[in-house]
């Protein structure tokens, strides 16, 4: 948001985030595979994440206030676009992301986090939820002990709620469903 919409540098660099949390990887994120989403997990400074989410929050609180319905109702810049290619903030495999934002008015990039972009992660935690649950079920089959009384399962897995993977955080579940 801070580049992209307001043309300021990012919270990342002029807090110095791009070195108090331990990362290498200083894009969007969108293209990491598992093993390096697995190298970023076990790398990153978990306090210097919480904080630098807590900043981000700051920033774009500061900006959305100074909108005005004239800027909400401007398309995205086509410069900002390429400046975040130039740098390496959108790597090429995922440069739809920048068509996608190129499509958007502000507003439209404002209320994606708020409105339709949980969904996608909703979504992916249903997916890793149902792949574990798959797993625990092959797992029990295994044993050759097949009970509807989950209680007479020894080491019986606990399985989530319904509403668990809103409750948790993305990547407790994503590291559970990899276990």
Known sequence: MSFLIAKLPQVL???????TLNIDFKDTGNSMGIEEMKILSAKINMEELRQY???????TQEIIKSFTLEILNTKVSKDALEEIRVKGAVLKDANWLLDFWGNKKIAGIVLMPLTRHIMVHINKSKCLIKKRNKKSRTLLKAKQHITADKREIK????LPSATSCTRGTLDAIARDSLV
Request: glycine share 6%; net charge positive.
């Open 155 to 158: 080491n019986f897995p606990k």
């Open 13 to 19: 660099e002029t807090e110095n985030f791009d070195k």
């Open 53 to 59: 989410r807590i900043d981000v929050g700051k920033r």
